[in-house]
C-alpha cells in the first residue's frame, strides 16, 4: 500500500514538471501574441496613412485649406502634384478623396494631359475643358487653387499652367493677364481696400472657419494702402474686430500687441505682451492662434520657424513645414 502510494506521488510529481516544462518551452508570444501583433498592424497602417494639404471650395464658396488621404512615399514629384490635383477635379478620379464640407474646384470632364517638374517649377497641361465652361467669377478662383495646391509640396516654388499645350496667361472671361509662371505671390480669395496707387501693400493672412464641429483655415490676400510691415499688418488684422468677412474669425485677442519682430537665420522671431496667452498661468497659446500667425507668416516671410516670445521668454516655437 505504501509503495502503492510512493509511486502514485511521484507519477503526479513528474505530470506537474512536465506540464511546467512543456509551458517552459512554449513562446510567450504564442500565448499574448494576438493584442500586440494587432497593435503592430495599428502602428503599421497608421504610418502609412499620410495627409496632404490642398485647396477647395468651402460651404461659403471661398478657397479653404483641408487635408486630404494620399498615396505614401510617391515616386516622384509629378505623381504627388497628380494626384492632388485629380481631387481638385468635379467628378474625377479622386472625388471620393474631398472631405464633407468642400467642393472641388476644377470644372468635370477636365483631364491632366501631362506634368513635368524641374528645379522647383512644375509645368501642368491641362485639356480645354478647365476653362471652357465657366463663369468670370471662377477663372481666377481655379488658378488660384491650382497654384497654392501644388505649391502645398515643399518642392515645388512656382507653376506654369497650360491648356492643349499652350501656356494660360488670359483669362478669356473676366479679362485677367496671368503672368506665365504663377507662385503664391499671385494671392487667393483677393480682397481690395485701394483708394490710390501709393504704398500698395499686398498681405495674406489666413483666418479660421468652422462648419458642422470642423476648423478649416481661409486665406485672404488684401491689397491695401499700408506701407507697414507686413507682420504689423497680419496681427492687427487678426486682433481687429470686426472682421471683413463674417463668416471667418480670428482667435487672437483685442488686446495683443506685437512689441518687437526680428528676422534671423531663418526664423521670425516676435515678441507679444500677455495678452497672447488663453491662460496665463499655464502660460497656453491657443492653436487656433498659432495656426492663423504660422500660416499667415509662411505666406509672407521666406522663413522656417516662428518664435513666439513673451517677456524675453520663448513660449513656443513652431516650425512652418510641420503645419502645412
Do not use: W
Not at 483685442?254 to 537665420?265: G, S
Amino acid at each position: 500500500m505504501l509503495k502503492k502510494i510512493t509511486i502514485r506521488k511521484f507519477l503526479v510529481s513528474m505530470a506537474a514538471l512536465m506540464a511546467l516544462f512543456l509551458i517552459y518551452l512554449i513562446p510567450k508570444e504564442n500565448i499574448y501574441s494576438l493584442k500586440d501583433k494587432v497593435g503592430t498592424q495599428l502602428e503599421y497602417v497608421d504610418k502609412e496613412t499620410i495627409t496632404h494639404t490642398i485647396y477647395l471650395y468651402n460651404h461659403n464658396g471661398m478657397l479653404a485649406r483641408t487635408k486630404v488621404a494620399t498615396t505614401p512615399n510617391p515616386d516622384t514629384i509629378e505623381t504627388e502634384a497628380k494626384e492632388l490635383l485629380e481631387v481638385l477635379i468635379k467628378d474625377g478620379a479622386g472625388e471620393s478623396k474631398v472631405p464633407n464640407g468642400f467642393v472641388a474646384v476644377l470644372p468635370s470632364d477636365t483631364k491632366i494631359i501631362s506634368l513635368k517638374y524641374e528645379d522647383g517649377l512644375l509645368k501642368v497641361n491641362f485639356s480645354k475643358e478647365l476653362l471652357e465652361d465657366v463663369k468670370a467669377e471662377e477663372e481666377e478662383h481655379i488658378i488660384e487653387a491650382i497654384v497654392y495646391t501644388v505649391t502645398s509640396i515643399s518642392d515645388i516654388k512656382s507653376v506654369i499652367i497650360y491648356m492643349e499645350g499652350d501656356i494660360v496667361n488670359y483669362l478669356p472671361k473676366s479679362k485677367i493677364t496671368l503672368p506665365a509662371t504663377l507662385d503664391r505671390n499671385f494671392g487667393i480669395n483677393k480682397e481690395y481696400d485701394i483708394k490710390d496707387s501709393k504704398d500698395i501693400n499686398q498681405v495674406t493672412i489666413y483666418y479660421v472657419d468652422e462648419y458642422n464641429g470642423q476648423i478649416s483655415y481661409v486665406p485672404v490676400t488684401k491689397y491695401m494702402n499700408d506701407k507697414r510691415e507686413k507682420i504689423d499688418i497680419i496681427i492687427d488684422e487678426l486682433s481687429s474686430a470686426p472682421l471683413y468677412h463674417s463668416n471667418l474669425m480670428s482667435f487672437l485677442n483685442q488686446n495683443v500687441k506685437l512689441l518687437a519682430a526680428e528676422e534671423a537665420m531663418e526664423q521670425l522671431n516676435l515678441e507679444f505682451n500677455s495678452y497672447i496667452f488663453n491662460d496665463i498661468d499655464e502660460k497656453n497659446i491657443l492653436e487656433e492662434v498659432i495656426y492663423t500667425i504660422c500660416l499667415s507668416v509662411g505666406d509672407n516671410y521666406d522663413v522656417k520657424e516662428v518664435s513666439f516670445i513673451v517677456d524675453s521668454e520663448e513660449i513656443y516655437k513652431s516650425v512652418i513645414k510641420t503645419i502645412e
